[in-house]
């Protein structure tokens, strides 16, 4: 059995993934696509942000699943659109924000969250929140660095979110560490190092990888989300989007 996992970035910035992105996923027994935006915001660092990215990110997920898709990867850790896509088709799609999060909390009992800005804090906390882990939340951290300035910081974003990683497993108890933006790709290998040195030995989730290897294995097993609870919406006029036909 051969699957293809779709990722969509649900951005215009048109240099922020290459296909190369994703070779590590890919085995001889599984392939990785992608697709970046027509419409929407450069970037993803807030609601309004994320709203902008909606339309065009179901679009694309209709576009995958018609190509021969085996399941739908949203490339954004707000998880924009995630539960229009499921309603818009039937193969798998993730979310890498409830994915990491929800393997985080098994490994780990309790996680913090390190993501680009403090602004996001809200953000964040409210889907946590609407994915039923606020218990298992244990602290939101910051770095600061915008999302399209990620790839002008890299050398020195390890050691910053290293050391976010190790204040909140020591002031907050946190189990586990999310790598909170998708940017942060590649990072996770040396971050956790860095805190085994220091004697912290905790898991650190890159959710990129992870939620395309989820994605995976539920192809494998048969299994996809419930379209009793994402039903396909109604057949009615939608005016000003340009809309696959859902009900062909």
């Known amino acids: 059995m051969k699957t293809n996992i779709h990722v969509i970035t649900p951005i215009t910035t ?15 027994d599984l392939t990785v696509t992608s697709s970046m935006l027509d419409r929407g915001p450069a970037s993803i660092e807030s609601e309004f942000d994320e709203v ?29 659109g995630l539960a229009a896509c499921r309603e818009a088709v039937s193969i798998p799609v993730l979310g890498p924000c409830q994915t990491g999060c929800h393997v985080a909390s098994m490994l780990g009992h309790r996680f913090s969250f390190i993501t680009v800005l403090d602004r996001l804090r809200p953000m964040i906390d409210h889907i946590v929140g609407s994915y039923g882990l606020t218990d ?73 990888p992870l939620t395309i290897r989820f994605a995976d294995t539920l192809v494998r097993c048969g ?17 000003g989007y340009s ?5 062909r």
């Open 136 to 208: 298992r939340y244990a602290a939101f951290e910051a770095v600061n660095v915008p999302v399209l300035d990620i790839s002008h910081s890299i050398d020195r974003l390890g050691g910053l979110l290293a050391a976010k990683a190790g204040k909140t497993i020591r002031e907050d108890h946190a189990g586990a560490i999310v790598l909170g933006c998708t940017g942060f790709m590649g990072l996770a290998e040396s971050i956790g190092r860095q805190l085994a040195d220091e004697g912290l030995k905790v898991p650190v989730i890159d959710a990129i």
């Open 14 to 28: 048109c240099d922020f993934r290459t296909g190369d992105d994703f070779r590590a996923c890919e085995r001889t």
């Open 52 to 80: 902008l990215a909606i339309p065009d990110t179901i679009v694309r997920a209709i576009e995958a699943e018609r190509a021969g898709a085996d399941a739908v990867v949203i490339d954004c850790m707000g998880d924009p």
């Open 223 to 239: 299994l996809t989300h419930s379209k009793r609870i994402y039903p396909l919406p109604d057949r009615k006029v939608i005016t």
């Open 243 to 247: 809309m696959p036909d859902l009900w």
